[in-house]
């Protein structure tokens, strides 16, 4: 009798998850140009960051679909590097037409997996859309250089060309714009692409590869896998991937980056960040606040160039407690919720770090000026919220100024002078962002000369260049030696190859050979 209990409880559990596993759907590989259902046996539950309700399912791929992804770009590569340049130009024009006229599909597509607002979220899909804008202006991009007559009727070309098949890991933060930061600048140079989203949130890169489809790019150009850590070493170690992109954390970032360079790829890696917003007595008092507060806690403080920092220089300390008013009037609430400032952290785990981290500070002696861990949305009962928070009075040695928070927590300190600002973040070892609010034009120039970091705002709070320039953030914030986008990212996705040649109509006079180097 226990023995038939038992078999009916395990058929019981076995039907159980196999209906649950039913009515989840599941997110696919995009394998030379198909979605292609995994055969994995491990699944990774995706949840909607507002209830923490299973929405899909994402695989860790297997080693097989992982190995057919590789196989596919690497057979694409042999046609699409020879296509012409302007065929790679008109499918980006397509492209970007596409990614325009969905745009609020891919900002709902977004929201739903990682909780942002929408306007926030059509916010990371146009910044994406911006470089698939600039990737259309590759016919001057992708230009060589040339000298004629280097010596009597020799003349030399440099090409820019293609790697081969490049590869790129993305963070959950921008699901759409860090996806598109890296394939279409890859695919225009000529390269083919292996593409691994964050298993948080794959779906709008999913989509944007759909797009990319109908827009002209053939099978096998760009291909997703899905994963974690098998999915990062096999891209770091696959012999046929040249060059990796990678944008998250700095301990991810830091061991992909020794790994695939071990592997003798190129590899670019975006990671972690602090970043510090000084502000100067003489700033306009109005504005700053408004930056400071929508720079500090939009998105939820889960963007790395979130200003989670302020410094408050001399007298401009007396601003503080205004700082804690308007912080105060931003409304938490689930993503698609119309007047929603900021939506859920992306994860229960991620949501008891940050509040770990608060406790942290208070233990350490900051003092908490406004408490948002204890926040419940209403309807939103079992999402991960926590509301805006700020830690004043907080020390540089203390573990809450140290750790990259990544949640909506404005750590605020003060100092005496510019000098010591300067100071203080140059001693960070941080050098994604910064940012300085005055009306002096002299402070300001001060400031950009001698602070040692790579994006700096002068009254702009988060100061992302456009793609034409190239997100350079510098120190601990990158690994490699070419930024992401822009002119930088043209060269991290080409090589130069020179020709030189000599033409000339008559034969030689003198038949002995030189053996010397010409003089
Ligand atoms: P993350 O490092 O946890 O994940 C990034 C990628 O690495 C994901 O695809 C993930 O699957 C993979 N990964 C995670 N842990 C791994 C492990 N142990 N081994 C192998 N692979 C692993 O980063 P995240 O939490 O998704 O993103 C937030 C971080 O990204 C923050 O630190 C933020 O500052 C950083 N970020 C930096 C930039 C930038 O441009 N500097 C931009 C966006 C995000």
């Known amino acids: 009798r226990n023995i038939s209990q038992a078999k009916s409880v395990s058929i019981r559990a076995f039907l159980a998850r196999g209906y649950a596993s039913a009515n989840i759907p599941t997110t696919k590989n995009f394998i030379n140009g198909q979605m292609v259902e995994s055969k994995t046996t491990e699944w990774i539950d995706l949840k909607d960051p507002a209830t923490n309700q299973v929405i899909t399912r994402v695989p860790k791929s297997t080693k097989q ?17 020879k296509t012409s340049i302007l065929t ?33 979220a059509e916010g990371d899909v146009l910044r994406g859309l911006q470089v698939v804008e600039h990737c259309c202006s590759i016919t001057s991009l992708q230009l060589g250089e040339t000298l004629p007559s280097v010596s009597k009727d020799m003349d030399t070309m440099t090409f820019r060309v293609p790697l081969g098949v490049c590869a790129g890991i993305t963070p959950f933060n921008f ?7 890296m394939f279409p600048l890859a695919l225009v140079c000529g390269n083919t692409y292996v593409i691994k989203p964050s298993e948080k949130d794959p779906g709008a890169c999913m989509r944007l590869v759909e797009l990319g489809k109908q827009a002209g790019i053939p099978d096998g150009c760009v291909n997703v896998i899905h994963g974690m850590h098998d999915s990062v070493n096999f891209i770091c170690d696959h012999p046929d991937i040249q060059a990796i992109s990678f944008v998250g954390s700095d301990k991810v970032g830091r061991y992909i980056y020794e790994r ?12 972690g960040a602090k970043n510090h917003g000084v502000i100067m007595p003489d700033a306009n008092k109005e504005n700053t606040l408004t930056q400071l507060v929508g720079a ?11 200003l989670t920092t302020a410094v408050f220089v001399g007298e401009s300390k007396k601003w503080i407690p205004d700082l804690v008013e308007k912080a105060k009037k931003l409304k938490v609430n689930a993503g698609h919720v119309a007047d929603a400032d900021l939506g859920p952290v992306i994860s229960p785990e991620a949501k008891q770090r940050i509040l770990d981290l608060v406790q942290s500070g208070v233990k350490d002696g900051a003092n908490l000026a406004l408490d948002g861990r204890k926040i419940v949305v209403k309807g939103y009962e079992k999402g991960n919220f926590v509301g805006p928070t700020i830690l004043a009075d907080v020390k540089t040695d203390m573990e809450c100024y140290k750790e990259e928070i990544f949640g909506p927590v404005l750590c605020v300190l003060t100092v005496d002078t510019i000098d010591e600002a300067i ?25 950009t000369q001698e602070i040692d970091v790579g994006q700096i705002g002068v009254n702009v709070p988060i100061p992302v260049p456009l793609p034409m320039f190239s997100f350079t953030g510098s120190r601990a914030s990158f690994a490699g030696d070419n930024n992401f986008y822009g002119k930088a990212g043209v060269n991290f996705y080409t090589q130069l190859k020179t020709v030189t040649s000599l033409w000339r109509e008559q034969d030689v006079t003198d038949s002995r050979s030189a053996t010397a180097m010409p003089i």
């Not at 679909?65 to 590097?81: C, G, I, L, P």
């Open 65 to 81: 679909e992982m190995e057919d992804a590789v196989a596919s770009a690497k057979a694409a590569y042999k046609t699409w590097s």
């Open 88 to 120: 790679r130009q008109q499918v980006m024009f397509k492209f970007q037409h596409l990614i325009r006229a969905n745009m609020k599909e891919l900002a709902e597509l977004v929201t739903k997996e990682q909780g942002k607002t929408l306007v926030d």
């Open 296 to 306: 500090a806690f939009g998105a939820a403080g889960q963007r790395c160039m979130a």
């Open 260 to 271: 695939g360079s071990k592997h003798g790829k190129r590899v670019q890696a975006n990671l």
């Open 423 to 447: 100071d203080l973040i140059n001693n960070n070892p941080y050098g994604n962002g910064t940012a300085i609010f005055t009306r002096n034009g002299a402070t300001a120039r001060k400031f």
């Open 175 to 181: 699901p759409a714009m860090i996806p598109l930061w």
